[in-house]
């Protein structure tokens, strides 16, 4: 009897801890969630409802019509269509992620894996450069391309090149068995195969995570458009999004919308990538 | 075809050391030149090797080099965007302006000092709830993937619609969710109250909703610092009956005291970089400017607001010299931790 209770009283403790930890985070998760929660619910609600205290945060009915009027009203007035903006983030992001991981991996093979004098001072000089923080030279930036203001490619060129990308892409290429390569060598492949054809391939978990922050960082780039774009055809997203809940007077339930909108790129691709995702949050922070 | 072997003396496992210790053993590549003097695949690799790195150096020296520099010099001169006059020298004037001219240095000591008080609250608060968050979650339980990823969403939210839900959040009228939530829970005691307006609650406000906002980010990293504690550790912890308390703090913190240090000085790092949330609340959103301005704010109105490029720019360098401060501080912590 004495040894079915000391074994069993641990059990009943633990099946009691794992309750209370649920319990823990629910409720904080369930704080943690509000913000959200109120995102999407206010963006379904007409919008004198929306700021309706605890009385009105569930909704007595919901509808679409709030996103109806973000995708299609928007052109009623000067400031476009909502898919305009869209596609303008998209298309920043797009080059600034596929353009980056090319020129960043590459740079980074060439002074990991190659041979030559001189490639330890540039990768000095690309360890000095990570330091400067993109806020420091955002003013002179905005000054010396003043010229080009409210273009697209003056959004995405800037941050094509990414000193923090070559050192991720630096750290995993050093980690790959040189074997490899010499393989590659006697069966005649020069630099420029053995990286396209056997290293890229092999290095898909550092080419996801490096992505994934670029886009991230890049979706919701703010600083630069504020300066560089002030004309509405060229206007990405985010910017778009402070104009729009600027306005006056403001329709809540459409901003709200708005919102949604705007961070549903990233959520679907969250969902999707969510283990690499958090992996490459991880890694890359720990390795910094 | 020894020649394109790296580093022939050099033990083979070296290379193939986990990513973590890699950039500490740079050290045995570098010798490979020294190994079979002129050969062509040698002088082939130099080509290429330059070919490969030139596009992103080029981009990087183009977009943060020059332009770093040019804030430097930009910082000497008494410049405006759009005036007819031509840039005068300046010397260090922008910088003695900065912090003794009365009406320049006001709003720029309190921007400084702004940012030194959401670092000072911000660091430890999110730092610590962030390893509150961690440790909940690094348990083998049902579902707590959906847990983790529920506490990371709002990492992906960009900052400008993070500022538009707390506006609502916070909003002054009695409608605010906030101020109806106290209503009800202080049986009508509590009535309007402006959060975001009023300058002893500003900075409060911001602090809050950038937490919310990045405490997600700071918690993956610290689970993954804690996934590396080995499991023997807390069984024989646990064998010689230490308490849970104790066990935090012989086995868990000793275990993530790198990656912990790490994330402090991430945070306040990136704590100084505000300013998207600071911009968007006070052009709109009600936000108290004198009280929330920071920094990288006092720059881009200067720049952009008064077209004053050279005070702007002297702005930044200050910026950037304590952003680095901040860096080197960071790296000297965290490196000889990881030697280990």
């Known amino acids: ?288 | 075809m020894e020649p394109v072997d790296p580093a022939p003396a050099a033990p083979p496992d070296r290379e193939q050391s986990p990513p973590m210790t890699a950039v500490k053993t740079a050290r045995p590549t570098r010798s490979g030149p020294r190994s079979g003097p002129g050969n062509r695949p040698r002088n082939r690799d130099r080509l290429h090797g330059l070919l490969m790195s030139a596009p992103a150096v080029a981009g990087l020296v183009a977009f943060v080099g020059i332009p770093f520099g040019y804030a430097v010099v930009l910082s000497f001169y008494n410049v405006r965007l759009g005036s007819p006059m031509a840039p005068s020298f300046f010397g260090l004037e922008q910088y003695r302006r900065l912090f003794t001219d009365p009406d320049l240095s006001g709003p720029f000591l309190r921007a400084l000092l702004n940012n030194l008080t959401f670092a000072v609250v911000v660091v430890p608060l999110q730092t610590g709830l962030a390893l509150a968050l961690a440790i909940l979650l690094n348990r083998k339980l049902k579902a707590i993937g959906l847990f983790r990823s529920l506490f990371f969403m709002p990492v992906v939210f960009p900052m400008t619609l993070v500022a538009v839900i707390w506006r609502l959040i916070l909003a002054r009228s009695d409608q605010g969710l906030l101020n109806s939530a106290l209503h009800a829970v202080s049986f009508g005691n509590w009535g309007a109250f402006d959060w975001l307006g009023d300058s002893a609650t500003a900075m409060a406000s911001v602090i809050v909703l950038s937490v919310w906002q990045g405490v997600g980010f700071q918690m993956v990293i610290l689970l993954a610092g804690l996934q590396q504690i080995p499991g023997e550790l807390y069984e024989a912890a646990e064998l010689d009956r230490a308490t849970p308390w104790q066990r935090f703090r012989h086995v868990t913190l000793p275990g993530i005291r790198g990656t912990l240090v790490f994330v402090a000085m991430l945070t306040s790092v990136l704590s100084f970089r505000v300013f998207d949330q600071v911009y968007v609340l006070i052009h709109g959103g009600g936000l108290d400017e004198d009280a929330t301005r920071t920094v990288m704010y006092q720059a881009v109105t200067t720049a952009f607001d008064q077209n004053n490029i050279g005070q702007a720019s002297a702005i930044t360098v200050v910026f950037f010299l304590i952003v680095v401060a901040l860096t080197l501080i960071q790296r000297r912590v965290v490196r000889p931790d990881n030697e280990d």
């Not at chain 1, 704080?31 to 206010?42: N, S």
């Not at chain 1, 596609?87 to 090319?102: D, Q, R």
């Open chain 1, 1 to 288: 009897m004495a040894t079915t209770t000391t074994t069993r009283a641990p059990r009943r403790r633990l099946r009691l801890r794992r309750i209370g930890d649920y319990a823990v985070l629910s409720v904080l998760a369930f704080a943690f969630v509000l913000p959200v929660l109120y995102l999407l619910l206010g963006s379904l609600k007409p919008s004198d409802e929306v700021l309706n205290g605890l009385s009105g945060f569930l909704p007595t009915h919901l509808s679409f019509d709030n996103y109806a009027h973000v995708l299609d009203a928007l052109n009623s007035d000067s400031t476009g269509y909502f898919w305009r903006f869209m596609g303008i983030s998209l298309l920043v992001a797009f080059v600034v992620v596929t353009g980056g991981l090319f020129v960043n991996s590459m740079a980074a093979y060439g002074m990991s894996r190659l041979k030559w004098r001189g490639r330890e001072a540039v990768f000095t000089l690309v360890l000095l450069l990570m330091l400067v923080p993109f806020e420091s030279v955002a003013v002179p930036l905005f000054y010396m391309f003043n010229e080009q203001r409210n273009t697209v490619y003056v959004q995405a060129i800037p941050f094509v090149a990414n000193a923090f990308s070559i050192y991720q892409f630096h750290t995993f290429f050093r980690s790959i068995p040189p074997s490899i390569e010499e393989a590659a060598r006697l069966d005649g492949a020069g630099p420029w195969r053995t990286f396209f054809a056997i290293i890229v391939p092999m290095s898909k978990p550092v080419f996801a995570s490096v992505a994934i922050l670029t886009f991230l960082t890049q979706w919701g780039a703010f600083l630069w458009p504020v300066l560089m774009v002030s004309d509405p055809s060229v206007r990405p997203l985010p910017l778009e999004m402070s104009v729009f809940q600027g306005q006056q007077p403001p329709d809540w339930g459409q901003i709200l919308a708005f919102g949604v909108l705007l961070v549903l790129p990233v959520l679907i691709v969250f969902s999707f990538f969510q283990r690499w995702f958090v992996q490459g949050v991880a890694s890359s922070a720990v390795k910094g």
